[in-house]
């Protein structure tokens, strides 16, 4: 089993930053890659950035030149680095750690008023 926890959602004005945290613990050996993906509502769940092991980035149109995802390998930890936020942005994001399972984390909310 491998957990995650999320931290950094909250709530932040059109224009502004957050960032958010995944710490993965448990059996964490074989790493492929950890990513972010959010769901606003009633809409499906979609990718948002991933990385991989070897350092490997990849990010969804809606959100390239604004985000930015980042991995502490020391500390087993992904960064999501939000930056230029809009308010269609608004969504509860997920932590996602992939082996020879996946798993996800209980996600954390971001709200982006006007």
């Known amino acids: 089993q491998v957990q995650l926890v999320e931290s950094g959602g909250g709530l932040v004005q059109a224009g502004g930053s957050l960032r958010l945290s995944c710490a993965a613990s448990g059996r964490i050996f074989n790493f492929a890659r950890m990513g972010w993906y959010r769901q606003a509502r009633i809409n499906q769940r979609e990718l948002v950035a991933v990385?991989?092991?070897?350092?490997?980035?990849n990010y969804s149109d809606s959100v390239k030149g604004r985000f930015t995802i980042s991995m502490d390998n020391a500390k087993n930890t992904v960064y999501l680095q939000m930056n230029s936020l809009k308010p269609e942005d608004t969504a509860v994001y997920y932590c996602?750690?992939?082996?020879?399972?996946?798993?996800w984390g209980k996600g954390t909310p971001v709200t982006v008023s006007e």
């Open positions: 996602y750690w992939r082996g020879f399972e996946g798993y």
């Open positions: 990385i991989t092991g070897e350092g490997s980035t």
